[in-house]
């Protein structure tokens, strides 16, 4: 792994797999906050 070239590209591929990574978790979070409110409102329409 002396080869610089080799080294940036695994640097890229790391840094492209974290930034996917990042991303994924923040759709994830992003519609469990739109999907709170729904939920909400499926368990009291349920309830009645």
């Known amino acids: ?10 640097a890229l591929c790391a840094a492209r ?10 759709f994830a979070v992003l519609l469990r906050l739109e999907l709170h409110p729904h ?3 499926l368990k009291r329409s349920q309830a009645t």
């Open 39 to 41: 939920l909400r409102v």
């Open 17 to 26: 797999s974290l930034a996917y990574l990042y991303d994924m978790s923040a």
């Open 1 to 10: 792994m002396q080869n610089p070239h080799l080294r940036r590209i695994s």
